[in-house]
Structure formats: C-alpha cells, structure tokens
C-alpha cells in the first residue's frame, strides 16, 4: 500500500477551481513538509507547493501558481490540499503528492508515494 491517497482531479474550464487532496493511508506517515508537483507532458515534474506548516520556514509556491494556488494541510486529518483557483489551461498536468529527498525530472518517480491525478484546464 502507497503511503498517500491522492484525489480531485477533473476538468474545469479556465477561471475555474479544483481542491486536490492527499490523504494519508495510515497513521506512522509523516506529513511535514508534504509537496504537491505536476508534471506537463514534454516537461520536467515540478514542484508547485510545498507545505512548511510543522517546519521552520515559509511556504514554498512555484511563480507561475503564486497567489492562484494555496496549499494547506489538516493535522487532523493528516491530509494535504492545494486549492487551485483562477486555473489556466498551462496548468493542466499530471499532480502528485510527495516528500522526496532529491529532485526528479520524470514525476512518475513519485508513484512510489502515490498515484498522481490529473488536471486538465480547458481554454
């Protein structure tokens, strides 16, 4: 079983809204410093968000999500969202939910976490 439960993708067209989650699939996982990437076909997997709540230091937003995007996590719930407003067809990607200790050109890499979801922004 994949430590994280990733949900929420769909289609929406541009302007609109989409809440991604990722869930934790059991207690021992440890959400501090959980980051959302996407990945754009013929792109490298890139990092979008990174949660900073439970560490030392600010929230981390990709410049091309900056102040459309807004990430968050529940302590609770041990769930990480990332509300994506004002959504653009660019945004349209593959997006996972991970905490990797290197950086991956291909986020496939970050399956082993969980299985992505996928956006897709219509003009």
């Known amino acids: 079983e994949v430590p994280l439960v990733v949900s929420g993708g769909g289609s929406v067209q541009a302007g609109g809204s989409l809440r991604l989650s990722c869930r934790a699939s059991?207690?021992?996982?440890?959400?501090?410093?959980m980051g959302w990437y996407r990945q754009v076909p013929g792109k490298d997997c890139e990092l979008v968000a990174k949660?900073?709540?439970?560490?030392?230091?600010?929230?981390y937003y990709a410049e091309s999500v900056e102040g459309r995007f807004t990430i968050s996590l529940d302590s609770d719930k041990k769930t990480v969202y990332l509300q994506m407003n004002s959504l653009k067809p660019e945004d349209s990607a593959e997006y996972y939910c991970?905490?990797?200790?290197?950086?991956?050109?291909?986020?496939?890499?970050?399956?082993?976490w969980g299985l992505g979801t996928l956006v897709t922004v219509s003009s």
């Open positions: 991970a905490n990797p200790t290197v950086h991956y050109r291909d986020c496939r890499a970050l399956e082993a």
């Open positions: 059991r207690g021992s996982v440890d959400m501090t410093g």
């Open positions: 949660d900073m709540s439970l560490s030392i230091g600010p929230t």
